[in-house]
């Protein structure tokens, strides 16, 4: 299931059940779980490790060198879970030792065609990258967020669980959970509630969420005011916690 014309490195660690196409290239220090499927015209270097069952598609570029001036060659590494599809033209790229030294991809992620993910990002699980998404470094993804065509995500941004952008996004701020973004830059256009009914939220945990979003985008009042009004709300649900927490810990500031 390795085409004889596909050049595997000694060094390679290849699991069970693993397919690779012509012309593609593994290099040394690379490991590829079972039952993974890598297309032709794939070139993956190491340090890099990939987990069991993911689609590789052609003309991917997985575990090359940071794209950082600061990177002098330190064998930092790559790691992307399983199930994951990577379409056509994707540039996945190693840590630097300044930010920790490993970039990081979970499990189950959808990743469409002309993707970037940029060295020492995070990104969780069940996400959707629609075609030319780009992230800049250090980026930490959380789980099932949807990124629009060719939005693109400044360095050190977070971006919240369950959120989505629209096509074309760019932003220099965090993107607290559960909202929909969109623009150059980004501004928030309320609260992702098709996506929180498709993963079966209850009534009660969406409701907590609108007067979460009304206190800090709609009622006029002062950041710090509409903090401490969403952490007084009577009975929050965990939705609610998480939606504080991630703003009380944002660096960069939050979309608003």
């Known amino acids: 299931m390795i085409h004889p014309q596909a050049i595997i ?30 297309g032709p015209h794939v070139v993956i270097n190491g340090p890099t490790q990939i987990g069991r069952d993911n689609r590789i598609y052609q003309f991917c570029s997985l575990g090359e060198g940071p794209q950082h001036l600061g990177y002098k060659s ?18 996945f790229n190693r840590g630097t030792v300044g930010g920790g030294g490993v970039t990081r991809m979970g499990n189950d992620n ?3 065609a002309y993707c970037h993910v940029a ?11 629609a075609n030319g998404t780009s992230l800049a470094g250090h980026v930490h993804v959380e789980d099932q967020v949807i990124f629009g065509g060719f939005t693109m995500i400044h360095q050190y941004c977070h971006v919240g669980a369950h959120s989505m952008t629209g096509i074309s996004t760019v932003t ?33 945990s969406i409701s907590s969420l609108r007067q979460a979003y009304k ?12 903090i401490e009004r969403i952490g007084q709300m009577a009975d929050p649900t965990p939705e609610v916690r998480h939606f504080l ?8 500031g939050i979309v608003r």
Not at 119 to 129: E, L, N, P, S, Y
Not at 174 to 201: E, M, Q
Not at 245 to 252: A, L, P
């Open 245 to 252: 927490d991630f703003i009380k810990r944002s660096e960069r």
């Open 74 to 91: 330190e064998p930092t590494l790559l790691e992307v879970g399983d199930r994951n599809i990577i379409r056509e033209y994707c540039t």
């Open 110 to 112: 959808f990743i469409m």
């Open 119 to 129: 060295h020492d990002c995070r990104v969780g699980q069940h996400t959707i990258f």
């Open 172 to 204: 220099f701020k965090d993107i607290p959970p559960y909202l929909l973004v969109s623009g150059n830059t980004a501004i928030p256009h309320g609260l992702n509630i098709r996506g929180l009914k498709r993963r079966n939220f209850s009534e009660q």
């Open 215 to 226: 206190l800090l985008y709609k009622s006029g009042l002062r950041f710090s005011e509409a």
């Open 9 to 38: 490195n000694p060094g390679a660690k290849i699991g069970k059940n693993v397919q690779i196409g012509a012309f593609s290239i593994i290099g040394a220090e690379v490991e590829i779980g079972d039952g993974t499927w890598i």
